[in-house]
């Protein structure tokens, strides 16, 4: 029973480049939750997908910064036009289920990105 | 507006002795959930225990459990027995109701070190 899968582990792009970042979720999950973690930080939640729907991008920055979870495949975190400040990891996190308030997530290994 | 508080950035503690790292939180909402997540060297995020706000017990998984004040707003951690292997990051999180968002907030952490 295969984990939330991220990829790559590690990521270096250049300024002004493209940083696309992969989730698959864990078997039976439907709901997709993407953060970001800068160093010495907790996570800071960006976005909550469900497949084909955004449901909250209330913590996603306003430009350059986009989520989807279409109907196959994993979910993507695209990253336009880098900066230094992208410079973090992200982290993915998937659950079964919507509740009120019992809303287990599971992480995955997290991608660290670079930008030079 | 949630808020987790960390009050402890580093803990030293003697191999096999209890471990207790602090977590309060703020919140209006009357249903929401707590969590304790870990987070070795190595980068991942991994998930201990969860105690639900009208849970009426303290939750308890393994040599893991939550000192759940409600009147507090507190959510402690205990590690009974500490191993080695047990030192890492802890994050404290908490869940939204739902209808709001649903990403979870997260504390700065407490770095444990336990010490042979």
């Known amino acids: ?116 | 507006a949630q808020k987790i508080t960390q009050t402890q950035p580093g803990m030293f503690v003697q191999e096999k002795e209890a471990v207790t790292l602090d977590c309060t939180y703020d919140t209006s909402d009357p249903s929401y959930g707590l969590f304790w997540y870990k987070q070795p060297s190595s980068g991942e995020m991994i998930f201990l225990i969860y105690q639900g706000s009208y849970d009426q017990q303290n939750a308890t998984e393994g040599r893991y459990s939550l000192n759940f004040q409600k009147a507090r707003k507190s959510a402690n951690l205990v590690i009974s027995a500490s191993q080695l292997g047990d030192s890492a990051m802890y994050f404290c999180a908490m869940s939204h109701s739902g209808g709001g968002a649903d990403g979870l907030t997260f504390g700065k952490g407490t770095h444990l070190i336990i010490q042979p």
Request: glycine share 8%.
């Open chain 1, 1 to 116: 029973n295969a984990g939330v899968m991220q990829n790559p582990r590690h990521l270096v792009r250049r300024r002004g480049q493209e940083a696309r970042l992969r989730c698959s979720p864990m078997k039976g999950h439907s709901h997709v939750y993407w953060y970001r973690q800068l160093p010495e930080e907790g996570l800071k939640f960006m976005v909550y997908l469900q497949k084909e729907n955004i449901i909250d991008e209330s913590g996603m920055p306003k430009e350059r910064f986009s989520a989807e979870f279409p109907k196959e495949g994993p979910s993507i975190l695209r990253i336009q036009q880098v900066v230094r400040g992208d410079s973090a990891a992200y982290f993915c996190a998937s659950s079964p289920q919507r509740t009120l308030a019992k809303n287990i997530q599971y992480f995955g290994a997290g991608t660290r990105l670079s930008v030079l």
